[in-house]
């Protein structure tokens, strides 16, 4: 594999930035191979596959709006991929039963039945490429990433007083050979 975003840390970054790096480069890769692996297995993409997940654990259909809040993009991608979908006859957009300007999605049966194969076969895949920790390690990982992830939330719900560390600039820093 080529560079990737850890390759931009140097080792007088701070450690938790170089950290930050490493998770984002462990995330690409194991969703790179996914992306791949669904393309050729499946001929779908990610954000399909994402759309269906969804639609699989709300067995009474979403909304667009839903859609759209879940999967964190905007409501006209959500409009394109479901357009796919249903042309293909996988989901189907019935008219929301007390607001008729919006729309529920819902997996047809086809639909079901494809994404449990899709599903069935991603686990296998995301268990084969986490078989690089022991099972202990992974207990171990999930719980630290277990206590960052409350560190978050609760940064998020009351912004704790500015302890910035004032640091020189990247750009007055020396520039690594890789990237010249």
Same mark, same amino acid.
């Given at each position: 594999?080529?560079?990737?975003?850890?390759?931009?840390?140097? *080792?007088?970054?701070?450690?938790?930035?170089?950290?930050?790096?490493?998770?984002?480069?462990?995330?690409?890769?194991?969703?790179?191979?996914?992306?791949?692996?669904?393309?050729?297995?499946?001929?779908?993409?990610?954000?399909?596959?994402?759309?269906? *997940?969804?639609?699989?654990?709300?067995?009474?259909?979403?909304?667009?709006?839903?859609?759209?809040?879940?999967?964190?993009?905007?409501?006209?991608?959500?409009?394109?991929?479901?357009?796919?979908?249903?042309?293909?006859?996988?989901?189907?957009?019935?008219?929301?039963?007390?607001?008729?300007?919006?729309?529920?999605?819902?997996?047809?049966? *086809?639909?079901?039945?494809?994404?449990?194969?899709?599903?069935?076969?991603?686990?296998?895949?995301?268990?084969?490429?986490?078989?690089?920790?022991?099972?202990?390690?992974?207990?171990?990982?999930?719980?630290?990433?277990?206590?960052?992830?409350?560190?978050?939330?609760?940064?998020?719900?009351?912004?704790?007083?500015?302890?910035?560390?004032?640091? *020189?600039?990247?750009?007055?820093?020396?520039?690594?050979?890789?990237?010249?």
């Amino acid at each position: 594999m080529g560079l990737d975003l850890e390759s931009r840390a140097l *080792a007088e970054d701070h450690q938790a930035l170089r950290l930050w790096l490493r998770l984002l480069a462990c995330t690409n890769r194991v969703e790179g191979v996914i992306r791949k692996r669904l393309s050729q297995d499946f001929a779908t993409t990610l954000p399909r596959f994402d759309l269906l *997940a969804q639609l699989e654990r709300a067995p009474q259909g979403l909304s667009m709006r839903e859609l759209s809040k879940r999967l964190m993009v905007t409501g006209g991608n959500i409009t394109g991929i479901t357009d796919q979908l249903e042309s293909e006859g996988l989901v189907l957009r019935e008219a929301h039963p007390s607001d008729r300007r919006s729309y529920t999605v819902k997996l047809t049966p *086809a639909g079901k039945r494809l994404f449990k194969r899709m599903a069935a076969t991603h686990e296998q895949w995301v268990i084969e490429l986490l078989e690089g920790w022991s099972p202990d390690e992974k207990t171990q990982v999930y719980g630290l990433l277990a206590g960052l992830k409350s560190h978050l939330s609760g940064l998020e719900s009351d912004p704790p007083a500015s302890k910035k560390t004032v640091r *020189a600039p990247r750009a007055a820093r020396p520039l690594n050979k890789e990237f010249v």
